[in-house]
C-alpha cells in the first residue's frame, strides 16, 4: 500500500493485526486505546519503513497513577523501540 500516515489513537483498539500489509507506514499514531500487551508490537515486525510511534495512554504502560510517571514511560519507550524493526 502506499498510506504512510496512520493516526488512529482514541479508537479503542486492543489488536494491531492488519497493520503488517501497510509497508510504506512511516508514522503510527496509536495512542490512548485497548491494547495491552507489547507483545501487539511484533505485529509490526513487516513495517520495516515505521519511524514515528505513540502508543501512551494504553494499558501497557500500566498503572502510572501513584507511581513514578518518568520511570514508567522511560521503560515503556525502551520497549516499544525494542520490538519495532
Not at 15 to 27: E, H, I, V
Not at 57 to 81: K, Q, S, T
Amino acid at each position: 500500500g502506499t498510506l504512510k500516515q496512520l493516526w488512529i489513537s482514541y479508537n479503542q483498539i486492543s489488536s494491531l493485526d492488519g497493520l503488517a500489509c501497510l509497508t510504506n507506514l512511516t508514522t503510527l499514531y496509536c495512542s490512548n486505546n485497548l491494547i495491552k500487551s507489547y507483545s501487539e508490537l511484533e505485529k509490526l515486525q513487516a513495517n520495516e519503513q515505521l519511524r514515528d510511534v505513540v502508543f501512551c495512554g494504553n494499558p501497557m504502560y500500566g498503572d502510572e497513577i501513584g507511581g513514578n510517571r518518568e520511570a514508567v514511560r522511560r521503560a515503556a519507550r525502551f520497549e516499544i523501540l525494542r520490538r519495532l524493526p
